[in-house]
């Protein structure tokens, strides 16, 4: 097992060592910042300087390794816009996106997995069709035209809940969160039911074909012959089989959550991680866009790793190579 | 009525009965004939400039404008016929689609059968590689690329094919490395027939199914990031407006109840993908031998 950890983080930190090159290639191929950081009236004397003070005048390879010797001491650059220190930026915005994430993610599980389970308990009741169909809606709809309805829906028209901006804010361990209070809690109500619709959508699917299976078996059978009622059935049997799965998909769903982010911030002005990489796309902020794909692409290759070795864990034949 | 007998016909056959699925399938037959004769049936040319005017801009549905006709779904905020910008926009976002599916399709197959077929390092090099990207999400990486990439069809395609050419390859790989193991692709092998032709004879035709059950269904993945894109600003030129940015064009008046600017181009590219996605259903139950009667 040991072994296996090794050669898997090793794997890891070659991936991550890959990504860092072609991010900072890439990025750093796009347009010119310096045009963005001086005026367009500077003299040459001043734009000189700019790049001096940037570090642009250097060859590439030297830039990235500046750049990688920096990170390694937790250091991601100043912003060319905010002229604030990246991390401490992307750091601001993050609780914004931990908790509209973390608040979709476990709407989703929650009355995804409850819609679920009756559609897969009643399969032809006309409300598990009614549910069904809507997961259908939830896979094709794109996250933003769903946004957009929303907002038109329910703020445009019914006027119910506002259409962006994260409201009223509480400090709580020296950060600031919205869920405490009923004004935040209103602002994050449509970009939460946004973001959580397509990861419903999986849910529902996922527990509708967990329980018709379960629902089959013999251990069902045997325990509606003991005359145990449905609900402790339903309880004791079938949520505890297809909990292990759902826990999966809710681990790595986290994931990619937060990459849709991008799409429902931009929607609902929501100022967090997402608002800030297309703002700084649109605006050619250089260390803004390196440091949050580096660390996209680190939690990504972090989830991964613990999956992977939370299989070897379960599974021998995994940690040995056979299956593959 | 005779009974069918080629494949295609005895397809055909079992697709007809599904109401659904071919009501479907009339619907994107509909939209792509309507986006590919939309220089015809248009009302106007919505990327010449000359024929615009603001006077006309954001009029509502009915609006009879200085060019002498109804504006049946009204106009935009640069004084576009919505029909017409929603017809030209549904050419893009089909072509966009059509073309990335097809690329991606054609580099994920090849990537997926080579890996299968070779075996060894390189087998083991493109499968890493492939299930490295499978693990992020695409629209991040379209994302990404297409910013990194800059605006303009050919990025906006490599952007999508970069994102969505690894779905084709785990599919490929996973069909042909259980074909290539069946006995007979080993006889073809022992046989004095060449490589290449047992690859594109015999492997290639067994692994179509899975592909173009996937293909169907990144089409309409391609069509939705495409419009993603172009909706945050990241996709084609402002002056050829695809479905998303006429959204977005119109997302700014919605707060005054101007809805119908985006309402309507949204309600065409919902058309359009749930209409492929129900096909794609369709023709996965169809190649599903655990469903056949």
Redesign the interface.
């Known amino acids: 097992m040991l072994g296996f950890v090794i050669q898997r983080l090793i794997q890891a930190a070659a ?1 991550m060592a890959v990504m860092s090159v072609i991010v900072f290639v ?2 750093y ?2 347009g010119n910042p310096v045009d963005i950081v001086i005026p367009p009236d500077a003299t040459q004397d001043v734009r000189e300087e700019a790049i001096r003070r940037l570090g642009l005048d250097l060859p590439l390879w030297r830039q990235y390794f500046l750049f990688v010797g920096g990170v390694l001491q937790g250091d991601f650059g100043r912003s060319f816009i905010y002229n604030e220190p990246v991390l401490s930026l992307i750091a601001g915005r993050a609780p914004a996106t931990i908790e509209l994430v973390l608040i979709s993610v476990l709407c989703a599980t929650v009355i995804g997995v409850s819609l679920g389970v009756y559609a897969g308990y009643r399969p032809h009741a006309p409300l598990a069709r009614a549910i069904m169909a809507l997961s ?2 939830g ?7 769903v946004g ?2 929303l ?2 829906t329910f ?2 028209s019914l006027g119910w809940l506002p ?1 962006g901006g994260r409201g009223e804010t509480v400090l709580i361990l020296g950060v600031r969160w919205s869920f405490p209070t009923l004004d935040g809690l209103a602002h994050i109500a449509l970009p939460a039911l946004n973001l959580a619709l397509f990861k419903m959508a999986m849910m529902i699917r996922l527990a509708r074909s967990g329980v018709r299976e379960i629902m089959l078996t013999d251990t069902i059978r045997f325990a509606r012959a003991a005359g145990i009622s449905e609900a402790t059935i339903l309880r004791r049997h079938v949520l505890k089989l297809i909990a292990a799965p759902i826990i999966t998909v809710f681990g790595l769903e986290l ?2 959550t937060l ?2 982010a ?2 429902t911030e ?2 609902f002005s929501w100022p967090g991680m997402g608002k800030l990489i ?1 703002d700084s ?2 605006l050619l902020d250089r260390p803004v ?1 390196v440091a949050y ?1 580096i660390l ?2 680190l939690l ?1 290759v972090t ?2 790793l613990l999956v992977d070795l939370a299989y070897a864990a379960i599974d021998p034949r995994v940690r040995s190579g056979e299956a593959r | 009525m005779s009974a069918p007998s080629t494949p295609l016909a005895l397809f055909w056959a079992d697709f007809r009965e599904n109401r659904v699925a071919l009501a479907a399938l009339a619907m994107v037959a509909l939209i792509a004939l309507a986006a590919i004769f939309a220089p015809l049936i248009a009302p106007q040319n919505p990327y010449d400039l000359a024929t615009l005017s603001l006077m006309d801009a954001r009029r509502p549905p009915g609006f009879v404008g200085s060019g002498g006709y109804v504006h049946l779904l009204g106009t935009d905020p640069q004084g576009r016929d919505l029909v017409s910008a929603i017809l030209y926009g549904l050419r893009i976002s089909i072509q966009i689609g059509v073309a990335a599916g097809a690329v991606a399709l054609t580099l994920g197959a090849t990537l997926g059968v080579a890996a299968a077929y070779l075996g060894g390092r390189l087998e083991a090099l493109i499968m890493r590689a492939v299930d490295l990207q499978l693990s992020f999400p695409p629209i991040l990486l379209a994302l990404v690329l297409s910013a990194l990439l800059g605006q303009g069809r050919l990025q906006l395609i490599a952007a999508l094919v970069a994102a969505q050419y690894a779905y084709f390859a785990r599919t490929a790989y996973g069909a042909a490395s259980a074909e290539r193991r069946k006995d007979y692709v080993e006889a073809a092998l022992a046989t004095p027939l060449s490589g290449r032709r047992v690859v594109f004879r015999h492997l290639l035709p067994n692994c179509a199914p899975p592909l173009i059950v996937v293909a169907t269904v990144q089409i309409a993945n391609a069509i939705s990031l495409e419009a993603t894109l172009s909706f945050l600003g990241l996709g084609l030129p402002v002056n050829e407006p695809s479905l998303g940015m006429l959204i977005a064009n119109g997302f700014p008046y919605m707060m005054s109840g101007r809805s119908w600017i985006s309402v309507y181009p949204g309600v065409a590219l919902i058309v359009l993908i749930v209409a492929i996605n129900l096909v794609g259903d369709q023709v996965r139950d169809q190649f599903n031998p655990r469903l056949r009667r």
């Not at chain 1, 896979?139 to 035209?145: A, E, M």
Request: without cysteine.
């Open positions: 991936v890439g990025v191929a796009v259908v809606l896979f094709s709809v794109p996250t933003f035209w957009l309805i907002i038109l703020a445009v259409a994931g990619s990459a849709f991008v799409v931009t929607i297309i796309i649109t866009m794909l996209t692409a990504f989830i991964n």
